[in-house]
């Protein structure tokens, strides 16, 4: 009487050839034609690793056994790697279904019956999962170890079958393959980074792009592409034994955005991972800056009135202290911000002391400017050592690719800060230059401001203390320059300060635009730096 028996055949990825499953067909089917084996079913799985047992159609050959293990002899495959590759796993596996249901595994490439009731069997079906899994782990070491030869050391883009990074279009094929700037994304891009620099809300930058034509959706997209080190020319590397991973740069690729202006889009986002998630809304401007007098910040939601209107309402979610009408603060804060606004002699003041400032900065940025061109020169001259050494042999190949990434990575870093110096000096000359003579109407900067601009305001020139109480604003700080205005700011009611909680400085009120001796009334030099952050983007 025929033996009867089951078929199981696999290949990993649409990456392995089809070719694969023939193969594993053609030699399970000779064994079991030569072995006058009948066979009653085939099991295949397509594209499913050997790592674990979560493959559909294993699943169904254990629910097959199961159900008609009185009629199935042995279960056959082409080698023991195709049933699985973790050897311990595979074979509590094969001893389960031969101790409970009577079948034996057969590996048909080596024409072995296992039989896990005989030592030396057990043995040779124990030797040939293990060679099989000690292959396994010798491909994927060849695998890593290429990646990362071609990734940390040639800085190939290596990313398999996946699309090019938004902003880039792939060319050509294997280690000529490369990434070319798709000028229509890289603007949508760029603009991300600008934005988000100049304190933009990710949500507001999304709504933005995606008019803009940016293609990605999600709730993280904005946030995959500020994080993606390849528009800065780097590409995450992951470390392969003793060599060490990391950002890498990449070789024959073209920049989206400035190596200086992603570290700090990297810091802006790890500092507001630490901050309070604020939601942003154009009828709740003070949301997220303005305190309850318990400091926990108000929150704001329209409530519905007696007639059926809705009214806005900042409340405080935590201790039910506060219930304000949203109107009523917003135009008791413009009115505040009116007599805040400053007189023409302080502007005058402010002019020709911030262009002594600036002066002074830019003679200090001069002397920096200097020593890093002096390092950019030593860097080059090491640059060229190492190749000499390199084209005489005096080094080897793997010395000679550390110590040049090293070198060119510091390299680009110190010449895109040297931009960005310049690029920031002469931002912040013409913006002090132009912009100073509208702190005479900080009502209407505000009213005309974006949010975060409003945030950027009102969180500097109140040091995040502004609260409110009693049907009044208060801080314990206000930014010196300001002080002009706290005698009319308490007799209208409108903002009090809190003395010597904050600043250390006794508060003395004056009347009008007269200037005061006694305490520091003209601002400082983080003043001066600030004034310009007041009209980014304007």
């Not at 796993?89 to 595994?105: E, P, S």
């Not at 500020?226 to 070789?251: C, D, H, R």
Request: charged share 25%; net charge positive.
């Amino acid at each position: 009487m025929d033996k009867k028996g089951i078929r199981y055949l696999r290949y990993s990825s649409d990456k392995q050839s089809f070719h694969s499953i023939e193969r594993q067909d053609a030699v399970t089917s000779h064994w079991m034609n030569f072995n006058n084996v009948v066979i009653t079913d085939t099991f295949v799985d397509e594209g499913h690793t050997a790592r674990n047992f979560d493959r559909p159609d294993i699943k169904e050959l254990f629910q097959f056994i199961k159900k008609n293990y009185k009629t199935i002899d042995f279960l056959v495959v082409s080698e023991l790697t195709r049933f699985s590759r973790e050897a311990g796993d595979a074979i509590n596996m094969v001893k389960k279904i031969q101790t409970d249901y009577g079948v034996r595994i057969v590996s048909a490439g080596r024409g072995a019956i296992y039989d896990c009731m005989d030592h030396n069997s057990f043995f040779m079906m124990g030797l040939e999962f293990l060679m099989g899994n000690s292959e396994n782990i010798k491909r994927q070491n060849d695998i890593r170890g290429g990646i990362y030869a071609a990734k940390a050391i040639k800085g190939l883009w290596i990313q398999g079958g996946h699309k090019a990074p938004y902003g880039y279009t792939k060319i050509g094929s294997g280690s000529e393959r490369r990434l070319v700037i798709d000028e229509t994304q890289a603007y949508i891009v760029r603009y991300i980074f600008e934005a988000f620099l100049n304190n933009t809300p990710i949500m507001t930058i999304y709504q933005d792009v995606r008019q803009l034509g940016f293609s990605k959706t999600g709730n993280s997209a904005v946030q995959e592409i500020l994080t993606n080190p390849i528009y800065a020319g780097y590409q995450n590397v992951k470390a392969w034994k003793e060599q060490p991973g990391g950002l890498f740069p990449m070789s024959n690729h073209t920049n989206i955005i400035e190596v200086a202006t992603y570290n700090r889009a990297q810091e802006k986002l790890q500092r507001s991972v630490e901050r309070h998630r604020v939601s942003i809304a154009e009828d709740f401007p003070l949301r997220g800056v303005l305190r309850c007098h318990c400091q926990k910040m108000l929150t704001g939601a329209p409530s519905k009135g007696r007639h059926g209107k809705y009214y806005n309402y900042y409340k405080c979610n935590h201790s039910g202290h506060n219930n304000l009408n949203a109107n009523k603060i917003h135009d008791q804060l413009l009115e505040a911000l009116k007599y805040m606004s400053l007189p023409s002699r302080m502007i005058k003041k402010i002019s020709s002391e911030s262009e002594g400032i600036l002066e002074k900065k830019l003679s200090e940025n001069g002397k920096l400017l200097m020593s890093k061109r002096t390092e950019i020169s030593e860097k080059e001259r090491q640059l060229h050592s190492i190749e000499a050494k390199w084209i005489n042999n005096e080094i080897k190949a793997d010395t000679y690719q550390r110590w040049h990434t090293d070198l060119s990575r510091s390299l680009a870093i110190l010449r895109d800060e040297i931009k960005d110096m310049n690029r920031a000096d002469e931002q912040r000359y013409m913006l002090l230059k132009n912009e100073l003579q509208k702190l005479s109407d900080l009502a209407t900067v505000y009213s005309s401001a974006t949010i975060p601009q409003k945030h950027e305001l009102l969180r500097k020139g109140f040091d995040n203390g502004l609260y409110y109480k009693n049907g009044l604003y208060r801080t314990p700080y206000m930014m010196e320059v300001f002080h002009h205005s706290t005698l009319i700011l308490s007799q209208k009611k409108l903002l009090e300060i809190d003395e010597n909680k904050k600043t250390g400085l006794k508060v003395r009120s004056s009347g009008g635009d007269r200037i005061r001796t006694g305490v520091q009334t003209y601002p400082s030099k983080a003043f001066y730096m600030f004034i310009p952050e007041l009209f980014v983007g304007k």
